[in-house]
């Protein structure tokens, strides 16, 4: 089987929820010599890139996309011990969470998987996520962006919190902030100015590597 065959594999696998497929081709390009890398950047992340398509088109729901990010997770963890130690070490480092008082993380955990997927580093803080949580971690490993998420109307103001704390210890001009979920809009984002605001996975991605092309 030639290269472009078995990363047209891995692409499928993702797009078709085939746990076994995903690693069943990422053996393949094991034992292939394919680059691990290259394997997982147009092969998986292909893959989810078509997902994110069908997401946004409504082809694909949540449920369908949870079921294909199994599928790439299981053929990333063939990979993986493949990578050089070095692969990834310009990533550029998110912390991600839903914030406290909310244990709804459905969404959360598909802006984490697509971002990852995006070749982000994502420092995942879960769900019921203390306020301070997010500034101390982002201060701990060095990150560029903060992104939270709520469902639920009783904790927005709670994101208020995390942007004045970084203002507080001096962070907010090299914290992007970013949030999202059900009751979050635009006009709540500026209010309590925050950088950037997404409806939904697809569109939190798509905003961050605009931001980092521009960074860049």
């Given at each position: 089987?030639?290269?472009q ?6 692409a499928n ?7 076994e497929?995903?690693?069943?081709a990422?053996k ?18 292909k893959g989810?890139?078509?997902?994110g ?10 449920p ?5 990010s199994?599928a790439m ?15 990834n ?23 984490k ?6 070749g982000?580093?994502v ?5 019921n ?6 500034v ?5 490993v060095?990150?560029?962006?903060v ?27 090299k914290v992007?902030?970013?949030?999202g ?13 925050a ?8 569109v939190a991605?798509?905003q ?6 521009a960074?860049?």
């Amino acid at each position: 089987m030639s290269k472009q065959d078995i990363l047209a594999e891995l692409a499928n696998a993702v797009v078709e929820m085939d746990e076994e497929g995903a690693q069943a081709a990422a053996k393949a390009a094991v034992a292939a010599g394919i680059d691990a890398y290259e394997a997982i950047t147009q092969g998986l992340v292909k893959g989810m890139n078509i997902v994110g398509d069908k997401y946004e088109d409504q082809e694909y729901f949540i449920p369908e996309v949870l079921l294909c990010s199994d599928a790439m997770i299981a053929g990333l963890e063939i990979l993986r011990p493949h990578l050089p130690k070095d692969y990834n070490q310009d990533a550029e480092k998110i912390v991600i969470g839903v914030v406290q008082g909310d244990t709804h993380d459905i969404g959360k955990n598909l802006v984490k998987i697509m971002l990852e997927a995006a070749g982000f580093e994502v420092y995942d803080l879960g769900r019921n996520v203390p306020l301070q949580a997010f500034v101390d971690k982002a201060q701990e490993v060095g990150a560029t962006i903060v992104a939270m998420a709520t469902l639920m109307t009783t904790t927005m103001e709670g994101m208020r919190v995390v942007v004045e704390e970084l203002e507080k210890r001096g962070m907010r001009d090299k914290v992007t902030v970013m949030i999202g979920g059900g009751p979050i809009s635009q006009a709540f984002a500026d209010e309590i100015k925050a950088d950037l605001y997404a409806s939904d996975a697809n569109v939190a991605v798509r905003q961050l590597k605009a931001r980092k092309t521009a960074v860049a």
